[in-house]
């Protein structure tokens, strides 16, 4: 089931890690997409019932565009000179009133793995993935992947 309020604490959370670094957009959809999968591995339903399709830089929800525009989202718009980027951040301490214990060790074993890798980094690595080398472009990434999973 979607939850607009998990997905707002997963964006949250992860924008509020020391341990994650250069939090903007593409990578932040590449977190979310291994959160949701590594999620499902283990327990057989996603943290934030959002669902991905395989698009160029890899695994991005359905919706991403509206995504970074809900209530108490972190997202500040960087100019980067020919474009715009979307970057995520919280400085202050923070509660994430929507995500179980269970949810946060998941998160956290994302953060582990991947949350000091570059964009770039992780686009390489999400192209690794089973799921996303088996899907069509721009088709919807089924969750039945989930058990191939890098991480």
Not at 12 to 26: D, H, I
Not at 45 to 59: D, N
Not at 140 to 149: G, R, T
Request: with cysteine; hydrophobic share 45%.
């Amino acid at each position: 089931m979607l939850s607009l309020d998990k997905v707002v604490d997963v964006i949250r959370y992860f924008a509020a890690s020391t341990k994650v670094t250069s939090l903007y957009k593409v990578k932040l959809m590449k977190l979310m997409w291994y959160a949701d999968a590594l999620a499902y591995k283990n327990r057989g339903f996603a943290i934030t019932g959002l669902v991905y399709q395989a698009l160029p830089m890899g695994a991005v929800p359905v919706g991403h565009n509206f995504i970074i525009d809900l209530k108490d989202v972190p997202c500040e718009e960087v100019d980067m000179g020919e474009t715009n980027a979307y970057y995520f951040a919280i400085k202050e301490a923070t509660v994430f009133p929507a995500l179980s214990d269970e949810d946060i060790e998941i998160l956290d074993v994302i953060i582990e793995k991947l949350g000091r890798m570059s964009k770039d980094e992780i686009i390489s690595f999400m192209h690794k993935e089973r799921a996303y080398v088996e899907t069509v472009p721009r088709d919807v990434i089924s969750f039945k992947y989930a058990e191939s999973l890098q991480i």
